[in-house]
């Protein structure tokens, strides 16, 4: 062979090859081959007995996150050749081919066990939060996954009635209204604040665990760090403060974010319904304080309606800076007792703080004075109304008797 | 003998001073009854119902406050019209406040409350005059109450000030003490106080002579045989009694009046007992 004739079969096959090639990409399904049936608003199937829409709106999956990768990217299935018919139903779609790290995530999340592995088609997969064909970013107002749109997005199943919420105990009931209700969700409805707390803040998106699994973002051992992820300043002077792990070792449950605040509850610490609800959260541990405030004038006058700026535990002891009484940071400390009074009664003194805001009449050691007034004063009553009841009980028969002498006379 | 009609003598008990005062005692009596109770029971519904209607805590503190200065009030003017009788009279300050019919408790009321038991068991009603016992001890109640309920009120109304010269831990004293003595001075007024001029059959349902003013000379003789006879020896009697019967509408109003106040002070008193009654019995 001469060298003229080994380059002109070399330029041959590079030709031949070239066409091949192009040839095989002329026959990759384009988007315009897939939407010559799928454009028909009418297009539908029978699926499980329902009857589902294959018709998808071009126009807004262009403008998807997704547009430029073609409708074969995702349905791999549905590369045939011309002429041919894909195979119904295409295989589901697997995200993680793309997304491998949030599909290990989520394969782990309580959703994903329970989609996966126990199959229970209520467990919400890829689209059923982010949809099938209208995929845009969390940035976009019209995603499922925008912050104004979340908690309709969770609520499509986290609401009373849904098919899920009959079928499992999730453990919190009215979540969507809580929230709405709460301050995190006045933010995102009444004031439009996007970067305030929503579900996914707080659950994460992709690895949502049951409460009561150490993995959950929001189980008592992990939900100051999540709360953390705004209340920095918050959760830097609770974790100084007596009720936390690292202050006070105990064997007892010491509190966390929710066990003052609730879950989805949460609300402005002025507004009544929060003011009502912290003495009784306090209540659950601390049962003797509770009990003896409610016999003090700050007790009564909050349970009584226009009594709710009555001091509670908060206002005296602090929120997230309570620290036991003997150390100088304590706001009931003797150098700091004034000040915290004076928050509400301008003219406090020295004196006035010596008022006993947890006393009781009961115990005789600690509150002699109390005790004996106690004692005094119901010795009084009962000495009282003892002779005086005596005289008006014994006058009836008699009084009795003088009413029928006067009807008689008449 | 003339076949004369017999008409009614009509003499008066109290005038029209005491019974516009013993208006104001009710009416600001009432409002501290229930305002405080109120608090003092705040854990209880029908209480929070009374805050509810009553307009909220800042509401009933603020009536409660005024009322205890009409209190101070009638107090301070009953001590004025006492200290005008006597100057009227003319008489030493001992003479004139231990007058044997007047509204000291002496030796008398003693033998009276003696007799008074004796009369429940079979034996003779006894000689009351003017004023009975139980009727000085309503009297003078008053006076130990205000002292103790208006000195403790006044510490829980201002205690910063009184936290100047009285330590901190007194304001719990003042508490119990005011609390104790309102307990002490609503139940005794809605129960016994109600019983012995209201309540009891001779009464029942109601006297509405605080509030008329007359009562017949009939019922003075039966009710207060000695001042009776002193009035009658004396020949003040006539010049004290009239034909004029107490006006129709002054009746009906007092009748409506003193009906809505006994029945609000009972309700009142009802729910005490039975709060009081669930607290010791729990206990």
């Not at chain 1, 081959?33 to 998808?56: R, V």
């Not at chain 1, 949460?266 to 304080?289: M, P, W, Y």
């Not at chain 1, 003219?347 to 010596?354: I, S, W």
């Amino acid at each position: 062979m001469t060298q003229t004739s080994i380059s002109r079969i070399g330029r041959q096959s590079l030709f031949i090859t070239l066409c091949v090639f192009l040839c095989g990409q002329a026959y990759a399904m384009p988007d315009e081959a897939c939407m010559e049936c799928h454009s028909d608003p009418e297009m539908t199937t029978e699926m499980d007995g329902a009857e589902i829409s294959l018709f998808i709106d071009y126009n807004i999956f262009k403008e998807t996150i997704h547009a430029e990768n073609g409708c074969i990217s995702c349905h791999e299935d549905a590369d045939v050749e011309e002429g041919e018919d894909h195979p119904v139903p295409l295989a589901p779609v697997f995200c993680g081919t793309c997304h491998e790290e949030i599909q290990q995530t989520y394969e782990t999340s309580m959703h994903g066990e329970a989609r996966l592995i126990a199959g229970d088609m209520q467990a919400p997969k890829c689209h059923n939060c982010h949809t099938k064909h209208r995929i845009l970013p969390p940035s976009d107002k019209r995603s499922p996954t925008y912050p104004l749109n979340i908690p309709d997005t969770c609520g499509s199943c986290h609401k009373e009635g849904s098919s899920m919420t009959k079928e499992h105990n999730i453990g919190q009931t009215y979540i969507v209204q809580k929230y709405s209700m709460s301050i995190h969700g006045k933010g995102l409805y009444v004031d439009g604040l996007i970067v305030t707390a929503t579900c996914v803040s707080c659950h994460t998106p992709h690895n949502v665990q049951a409460p009561n699994d150490p993995r959950s973002s929001v189980n008592r051992e992990n939900i100051i760090e999540t709360c953390n992820q705004c209340h920095v300043g918050i959760v830097d002077k609770f974790k100084k403060s007596v009720h936390s792990p690292l202050v006070t070792k105990t064997d007892k449950m010491l509190p966390v974010c929710f066990d003052c605040h609730t879950s989805h509850n949460i609300s402005r610490v002025g507004e009544k319904d929060f003011r009502l609800l912290i003495a009784e959260q306090c209540s659950n541990c601390h049962t003797h304080e509770s009990e003896s405030f409610f016999e003090t004038y700050h007790g009564k006058a909050g349970l009584l309606r226009g009594g709710e700026k009555a001091a509670k535990c908060s206002d005296c002891h602090g929120a997230h800076s309570i620290m036991p009484i003997t150390s100088n940071k304590s706001f009931i400390n003797p150098e700091n007792i004034v000040q915290t009074c004076k928050t509400c009664h301008p003219e406090a003194n020295e004196g006035f703080t010596a008022y006993i805001a947890h006393g009781t009449h009961h115990d005789k050691e600690k509150y002699p004075a109390l005790y004996y007034t106690f004692w005094a004063m119901t010795g009084l009553l009962v000495g009282t109304f003892s002779f005086f009841g005596l005289h008006t009980i014994l006058w009836i028969p008699r009084s009795l008797i003088e009413r029928f002498k006067e009807i008689s006379k008449d | 003998m003339e076949n004369e009609q017999v008409q009614t003598l009509y003499i008066e008990r109290f005038n029209v001073v005491q019974r516009l005062t013993h208006l104001l005692v009710i009416l600001s009596f009432l409002t501290l009854a229930l305002t405080g109770m109120a608090l003092k029971f705040a854990m209880e519904p029908w209480a929070q119902d009374i805050a509810y209607l009553g307009g909220g805590f800042v509401v009933l503190g603020a009536l409660h406050r005024f009322c205890a200065i009409v209190t101070f009030f009638y107090f301070f003017m009953t001590i004025v019209m006492i200290h005008a009788e006597w100057k009227d009279s003319q008489k030493s300050l001992l003479t004139f406040l231990f007058a044997p019919e007047g509204l000291m408790p002496n030796l008398n009321d003693a033998k009276e409350m003696l007799g008074t038991f004796k009369w429940f068991f079979g034996g003779p009603r006894p000689y009351y005059g003017r004023w009975t016992y139980w009727e000085k001890f309503d009297f003078f109640a008053v006076f130990w109450g205000i002292a103790v309920i208006g000195g403790s009120g006044l510490a829980l109304w201002f205690p910063e000030a009184f936290s100047r010269f009285m330590p901190g831990w007194g304001l719990n004293v003042a508490t119990i003490i005011h609390s104790d003595e309102a307990l002490l001075a609503s139940g005794f007024i809605f129960t016994i106080h109600f019983y012995n001029t209201h309540l009891r059959p001779e009464k029942f349902p109601l006297d509405p002579v605080i509030f008329v003013g007359k009562i017949t000379v009939d019922e003075l003789k039966h009710e207060r045989p000695r001042e009776y006879d002193q009035l009658l020896g004396s020949g003040e009697l006539e010049k004290l009694t009239s034909r004029r019967s107490p006006r129709g509408w002054l009746v009906k109003m007092a009748y409506t009046a003193g009906i809505f106040f006994v029945v609000t002070g009972s309700i009142l008193i009802i729910y005490i007992i039975s709060t009081m009654y669930q607290y010791i019995s729990s206990h």
